[in-house]
């Protein structure tokens, strides 16, 4: 099955075609099969994450909400926000 490029949005398909066009990949279709298998993997690794989180939760390994606690948050999170570290996937979302 051929892959309709132009039904793409344009910055989409300009990627696509420079990745086919610089030799990373061989056709539009490998560029997509990986990125789909890219977010195949990411989604399972997210899975197993919100498992793993779930569970340390339920043998009450979680922090007591406090409004101490949310105030530090904020803080850390506007900290890293502007510095040039790259943020916790698990704080920052897919």
Request: net charge negative.
């Amino acid at each position: 099955m051929a892959i309709d490029l132009d039904r793409l949005a344009p910055d989409v398909r300009d990627y696509i075609n420079a990745q086919v066009s610089e030799g990373v990949y061989s056709s539009a279709e490998e560029v997509l099969e990986d990125a789909v298998r890219r977010l195949r993997q990411a989604d399972e690794e997210r899975h197993e994450r919100l498992l793993k989180a779930l569970e340390k939760g339920r043998q009450g390994e979680g922090i007591p909400y406090s409004r101490e606690l949310m105030d530090q948050i904020a803080e850390d999170a506007l900290k890293a926000m502007w510095s040039d570290e790259p943020m916790d996937p698990d704080v920052v979302g897919d």
